[in-house]
T-cell receptor, first 115, second 112 residues
């Protein structure tokens, strides 16, 4: 079975600090995509960052970066210089590369940025 | 519009009633997905359309749930004889490329 585990139900940090959200997954696939989605109180699920498993280089999008460890099946998200607008639920998700639809989701981490 | 839109934003209904939830995908996206999200959980897959046809409806919980996409664009999720357990946020997403899904804001359904 393919699963995604987010072991931190909730985290809170002060504005401007750096925070790391953990995600581990289990799969027998060799080629797949990994994602971090952000869901603020508005409910809109927003793609934060995407990683292709065949790429060794960690993906980066401005203040957001990942630490992808394929052998360990770990895919953590680092948010630098956190901002109040980063407060949201963060979901880690996985999809096999030969599938167009079966996103496997973690349970989410609630991140609170305190002023 | 530039993004996926869903209407209504909120729907309150009584147990046993019929509801329809609408999704307008991003123009040109051939794939459309419905998910259900309960409080504190990740989205649960319901159904996937490729064009007008349901390529995979294995996530629909029972035969009270049905979805259509007659012209390959707008989709409607239909729930008959609603139950309190159907209360959730129903998310729609569309995509052009594999795995890159763009989500709508969801419809919060409350069954009293």
């Amino acid at each position: 079975a393919q699963t995604v585990t987010q072991s931190q139900p909730e985290m809170s940090v002060q504005e401007a600090e750096t925070v790391t959200l953990s995600c581990t997954y289990d799969t027998s696939e060799n080629n797949y995509y990994l994602f971090w989605y952000k869901q603020p109180p508005s409910r809109q699920m927003i793609l934060v960052i995407r990683q292709e498993a065949y790429k060794q280089q960690n993906a980066t999008e401005n203040r957001f970066s990942v630490n992808f460890q394929k052998a360990a099946k770990s895919f953590s998200l680092k948010i630098s210089d956190s901002q109040l607008g980063d407060t949201a639920m963060y979901f880690c998700a996985f999809i096999p590369m030969d599938s167009n639809y079966q996103l496997i989701w973690g349970a989410g981490t609630k991140l609170i940025i305190k002023p | 519009g530039a993004g996926v839109s869903q209407t209504p934003s909120n729907k309150v209904t009584e147990k046993g009633k019929y509801v329809e939830l609408r999704c307008d995908p991003i123009s040109g996206h051939t794939a459309l997905y419905w998910y259900r999200q309960s409080l504190g959980q990740g989205p649960e897959f319901l159904i996937y359309f490729q064009g007008t046809g349901a390529a995979d409806d294995s996530g629909l919980p029972n035969d009270r749930f049905f979805a259509v996409r007659p012209e390959g664009s707008v989709s409607t999720l239909k729930i008959q004889r609603t139950e309190r357990g159907d209360s959730a946020v129903y998310l729609c997403a569309s995509s052009e490329l594999a795995g890159v899904k763009f989500f709508g804001p969801g419809t919060r359904l409350t069954v009293l």
